[in-house]
């Protein structure tokens, strides 16, 4: 699309721009290290701020347009488009001017965490020092989070939420495409193998996949023998035809959430056009929560163990983010544990209308 310098789709490209020395794009890229998740980020919250701006047309005025796109700030994007708190921008910023003046080598994790809390330090004590000299017009200070995490504040401090150094790094490395996981010693694999073995020996032959349409003909299994059934032990046999023909297609990655066979087949067939997402935003699971746990469930299965799940939860997260039309859930651990509280209540709810309906 060709469009004018002066026009206000040009300004909207140029700041969302993440190539362009000193656009709003350029200054988040540098902290997370994705000119694509800049990009789409900037762009999001532009025209999140820019809605009450349109005319009948659907378009932003230039002068509006100019107005908004200089009143963004990188604090204000990554809050919005990935929910990190703008004391934690500012404190990773301190962090890596203090890293590009030092040029540590190959620093460990706790030196890592001395140079942000020097960096954090030095900063806030520059700012009070302003204060006390009359030069800020804004007498109430925020305080930036320690690389614990804890505030900086003199009289009782206290832990702030997803702040600290490990917040920042598991962001950073769910964007900058590093490996997800280490490869297994072989103390790992053999333990892992103890296990699997150990699990195929103690389980049930429905429960360890044994019963296909195969295992059913060989043991003169048919479903007319349903008919002869009642209660707990129809549904069981019922069960066992289901299993010899596994789910498929998108019911599968509904299962990845479910995590019961008997239950998903059950909301296959009353739904049977609905997405995934879709279906689990019906049950009740936030859709945001719902889209990125499909991407998460989706990189626990393609990865081989052992797996760092909260590295996996913030690849998923930093994945939807990126997409022309974000859906994400929150990052780091309070995301994680969210996640797993909605898919704990979604499981009760759907046992208890399970036996209830049995």
Same mark, same amino acid.
């Given at each position: 699309?060709?469009?004018?310098?002066?026009?206000?789709?040009?300004?909207?490209?140029?700041?969302?721009?993440? @190539?362009?020395?000193?656009?709003?794009?350029?200054?988040?890229?540098?902290?997370? +290290?994705?000119?694509?998740?800049?990009?789409?980020?900037?762009?999001?919250?532009?025209?999140?701020?820019?809605?009450?701006?349109?005319?009948?047309?659907?378009?932003?005025?230039?002068?509006?347009?100019?107005?908004?796109?200089?009143?963004?700030?990188?604090?204000?994007?990554?809050?919005?488009?990935?929910?990190?708190?703008?004391?934690?921008?500012?404190?990773?910023?301190?962090?890596?001017?203090?890293?590009?003046?030092?040029?540590?080598?190959?620093?460990?994790?706790?030196?890592? +965490?001395?140079?942000?809390?020097?960096?954090?330090?030095?900063?806030?004590?520059?700012?009070?020092?302003?204060?006390?000299?009359?030069?800020?017009?804004?007498?109430?200070?925020?305080?930036?989070?320690?690389?614990?995490?804890?505030?900086?504040?003199?009289?009782?401090?206290?832990?702030?939420?997803? +702040?600290? !150094?490990?917040?920042?790094?598991?962001?950073?490395?769910?964007?900058?495409?590093?490996?997800?996981?280490?490869?297994?010693?072989?103390?790992?694999?053999?333990?892992?193998?103890?296990?699997?073995?150990?699990?195929?020996?103690?389980?049930?032959?429905?429960?360890?996949?044994?019963?296909?349409?195969?295992?059913?003909?060989?043991?003169?299994?048919? =479903?007319?023998?349903?008919?002869?059934?009642?209660?707990?032990?129809?549904?069981?046999?019922?069960?066992?035809?289901?299993? =010899?023909?596994?789910?498929?297609?998108?019911?599968?990655?509904?299962?990845?959430?479910?995590?019961?066979?008997?239950?998903?087949?059950?909301?296959?067939?009353?739904?049977?056009?609905?997405?995934?997402?879709?279906? !689990?935003?019906?049950?009740?699971?936030?859709?945001?929560?719902?889209? @990125?746990?499909?991407?998460?469930?989706?990189?626990?299965?393609? @990865?081989?163990?052992?797996?760092?799940?909260?590295?996996?939860?913030?690849?998923?997260?930093?994945?939807?983010?990126?997409?022309?039309?974000?859906?994400?859930?929150?990052?780091?651990?309070?995301?994680?544990?969210?996640?797993?509280?909605?898919?704990?209540?979604?499981?009760?709810?759907?046992?208890?209308?399970?036996?209830?309906?049995?």
């Amino acid at each position: 699309m060709n469009v004018s310098p002066s026009s206000s789709e040009a300004v909207r490209e140029r700041t969302a721009d993440p @190539t362009r020395k000193g656009s709003k794009a350029y200054a988040v890229n540098r902290l997370i +290290c994705d000119p694509i998740l800049a990009e789409s980020a900037t762009l999001e919250v532009i025209d999140m701020e820019s809605r009450r701006h349109r005319d009948e047309r659907g378009r932003v005025p230039l002068e509006d347009m100019r107005v908004i796109c200089h009143r963004l700030s990188k604090e204000k994007i990554l809050y919005k488009a990935l929910g990190v708190p703008p004391v934690q921008v500012r404190a990773a910023t301190r962090y890596l001017h203090m890293l590009d003046r030092l040029r540590p080598q190959s620093p460990t994790f706790e030196e890592r +965490c001395a140079i942000w809390d020097r960096a954090v330090t030095e900063y806030m004590d520059r700012q009070h020092a302003r204060l006390e000299a009359g030069e800020l017009h804004n007498p109430q200070l925020k305080n930036l989070p320690l690389s614990d995490g804890m505030s900086t504040a003199t009289h009782n401090p206290t832990r702030m939420r997803g +702040c600290g !150094l490990k917040a920042w790094e598991d962001l950073r490395e769910a964007r900058m495409g590093q490996a997800c996981v280490r490869q297994p010693s072989r103390e790992d694999a053999d333990r892992i193998g103890m296990w699997e073995e150990r699990k195929a020996r103690a389980a049930t032959p429905e429960q360890s996949g044994m019963v296909d349409a195969a295992w059913l003909a060989a043991h003169h299994v048919d =479903a007319s023998m349903l008919d002869g059934l009642r209660g707990r032990r129809r549904e069981r046999a019922r069960a066992l035809f289901d299993r =010899a023909e596994p789910l498929h297609g998108s019911a599968v990655r509904l299962d990845w959430v479910i995590g019961n066979e008997s239950l998903t087949r059950v909301l296959v067939r009353r739904w049977p056009n609905l997405r995934p997402d879709a279906l !689990l935003t019906r049950l009740g699971m936030p859709n945001k929560v719902a889209r @990125t746990a499909l991407v998460f469930e989706k990189l626990k299965r393609v @990865t081989p163990p052992p797996v760092d799940e909260l590295l996996l939860w913030n690849r998923a997260v930093a994945h939807q983010a990126g997409l022309k039309y974000p859906r994400a859930a929150k990052w780091g651990r309070d995301g994680l544990a969210g996640y797993r509280h909605e898919q704990a209540k979604l499981r009760a709810r759907l046992v208890r209308a399970y036996m209830r309906n049995a």
